[in-house]
């Protein structure tokens, strides 16, 4: 029987032009060649393939690849098939652009916000994956639930009420690509509720506020003092968008009375707490502080990722919504959520066990990183205060004031990449401005952290 066409061969898209097949075809051949579209060592289809897929002659195809082959453009070999041929020059490249600033890459990466990648427990992940594959039905690689995989939502309730305080049912769990996505869907939801400001803390992530406003909702600052934010200043917002646990930057928990406040203002005006939970994780001198959604899920909206504990390229994260707001968030949602092995992936990965010990894990790393950060800043810069430190992976240096800037370029002259406290603080608020400088040590893997200090502690000393 014979075989069809459509499973042999490789694939090759060519627009033949021109007043002639066989010449229209070249000109195609050598242009996909000249431009660096065909690589130098493509193997491209038979001359009876193509001829198939572009319905022409097979004599034509073969006279085009001859052609090509006395010209130099392609090799033809007994047993290799027709390649193109490696001497042909691939076309230049554009320079790449500069880092702003012209500034060389930094030795040592200690922003906040990411984890150690070097520590993505790939071997356990590995095994989880496979698991999941395995026992994934079939239908589990079609549309599915908008809300996310009902494994993944089943597994990610458990751990959330065990391990964060959170009351939350699969059913009103949505899985999404991390808190910046969960916050352009909330945005939606917002809008659909009337809501056109929304509270935030005046210290925060500027992508956050700038997602809010593309939105089309205004933001107006909370100031954040040594018990989190004040909730005493929510106006005439219809949302407010905290970091209750702890607080970021400055890395301070929300006061218990200020958590009992901003659910009664939730309460009596029928606003909307935005919680992100972004390191929740990790706690080191205190007990764990428990989600604010625990005191009240029909008024708070829970917002976390495995950005902090995993690694943010998975791009998974998960809302537990106040059971009104499930259909809202849904109309958004669509079919954005995140790949469904990725997601069956974490569900086995938490059931397993393996999330647990990799936190665990993870924590005593950073905790160590944490312990020494605060050695070395003791016996080499004894005046610098360390503060923010009970959790988290970052740390906060207070300097003098009028300093900021001076020892942001001096720790980008030892080869340091650091945030000052500057760039994230609301452009409305009205607290006189802080100097600090924001140290992640989260980033560099193990054997580069000494290193790392050595340089921070070379940027510091000459302010004060």
């Known amino acids: 029987m014979a075989r ?21 075809l070249t000109d195609a051949l050598r242009e996909a060649v000249r431009t660096g579209r065909l ?13 198939a897929d572009l319905g022409i002659a097979r004599n034509t195809v073969a006279d085009a690849y001859a052609d090509l082959v006395a010209e130099g453009w392609l ?36 922003r906040p916000g990411t984890p150690d990648l070097a520590s993505f427990p790939r071997a356990a992940w590995l095994r989880a994956a ?21 494994e993944l939502r089943a597994a990610l309730a458990g751990y959330l009420a065990r391990a964060r305080g959170v009351r939350a049912d699969p059913e009103t769990l949505l899985v999404c690509g991390g808190v910046a996505h969960g916050l352009v869907l909330l945005a939606g939801v917002l809008r659909a509720r009337g809501v056109h400001t929304v509270a935030v803390e005046s210290y925060g992530l500027h992508v956050h506020r700038d997602l809010l406003a593309q939105a089309g909702l205004r933001t107006v600052p909370l100031p954040v003092d040594d018990r989190g934010a004040d909730p005493g200043a929510l106006t005439d917002a219809g949302a407010v968008l905290l970091t209750p646990a ?10 218990p009375d200020r958590r009992a406040a901003v659910v009664a203002w939730a309460h009596r005006t029928g606003g909307l707490i935005l919680e992100d939970d972004y390191d929740g994780e990790f706690r080191y001198d205190r007990q764990s502080v428990g989600a604010l959604q625990g005191l009240d899920p029909d008024h708070v909206v829970y917002l976390g990722t495995a950005s902090k504990s995993l690694a943010p390229g998975l791009r998974l994260g998960w809302m537990a919504l106040p059971p009104s707001l499930v259909g809202a968030a849904l109309d958004d949602l669509a079919s954005r959520t995140p790949g469904v092995l990725d997601q069956l992936t974490l569900a086995q990965f938490l059931d397993s066990g393996d999330y647990d010990r990799h936190v665990r894990s993870a924590r005593l790393r950073y905790r160590r990183r944490r312990d020494a950060l605060v050695a070395a800043l003791a016996e080499r810069a004894p005046a610098v205060r360390v503060t923010g430190i009970a959790a988290g992976l970052h740390a906060v240096l207070p300097l003098p004031s009028g300093t900021e800037r001076q020892v942001m370029r001096a720790a980008a002259w030892h080869g340091l990449a650091v945030h000052g406290l500057a760039m994230f603080r609301h452009p409305d608020a009205s607290l006189p ?21 050595d340089a921070l502690c070379r940027a510091l000393p000459q302010v004060y």
Do not use: I, M, N
């Open 246 to 255: 702890h607080q970021f930057p400055t890395g301070v928990p929300l006061h």
């Open 39 to 51: 690589g130098a060592g493509t193997r491209l289809p038979s001359s009876r393939v193509l001829a």
């Open 433 to 453: 401005p802080l100097d600090a400088l924001v140290v992640g040590y989260g980033t560099p893997p193990d054997h580069a952290w000494a290193g790392a200090l």
């Open 75 to 110: 090799t033809a070999r007994q047993g290799s098939g027709t390649r193109v041929a490696e001497r042909v020059a691939a076309p230049p490249r554009r320079a790449s652009a500069r880092r702003p600033g012209g500034h060389a890459r930094p030795t040592y990466d200690l």
């Open 4 to 24: 069809s066409w459509a499973t042999l061969g490789v694939d090759l898209h060519l627009e033949p032009t021109g007043p002639g097949l066989r010449r229209g």
């Open 130 to 150: 496979r698991r999941a594959v395995t026992a994934a039905p079939h239908d589990a690689l079609g549309y599915g639930d908008g809300r996310g995989r009902p």
